[in-house]
């Protein structure tokens, strides 16, 4: 996430402001948590302070990531439900 800030920003001094905020993160957050937060910020392209803060706000961390969610969530197989040849 450190080397994204630098890597994204035009001016060095920008990315070393956002360093310094996910290091302000580490204060309020355990490690682990913050890792977790970071990763998932870095798999959903919104590697920003902002994304990482709103992460560990809302608890995301803490859940299973994107990839599993959506593979464990399926359609139910009844009457009711209309596959794609429906809307052509």
Avoid: F, T, W
């Avoid at 990482?52 to 990531?65: N, Y």
């Avoid at 994107?66 to 439900?81: I, K, M, R, S, T």
Wanted: net charge positive; charged share 30%.
């Amino acid at each position: 996430m450190v080397k994204r800030q630098l890597e994204d920003r035009p001016h060095p001094e920008h990315g070393y402001r956002a360093c310094l905020g996910l290091l302000n993160l580490a204060r309020r957050y355990d490690r682990p948590r913050l890792e977790k937060a970071c990763e998932r910020a870095l798999a959903i392209r919104s590697a920003s302070y902002q994304s990482v803060a709103s992460i560990l706000k809302q608890g995301l961390d803490r859940l299973p990531p994107e990839e599993e969610v959506g593979a464990q969530e399926e359609l139910p197989l009844h009457g009711n439900v209309r596959g794609a040849g429906y809307y052509h």
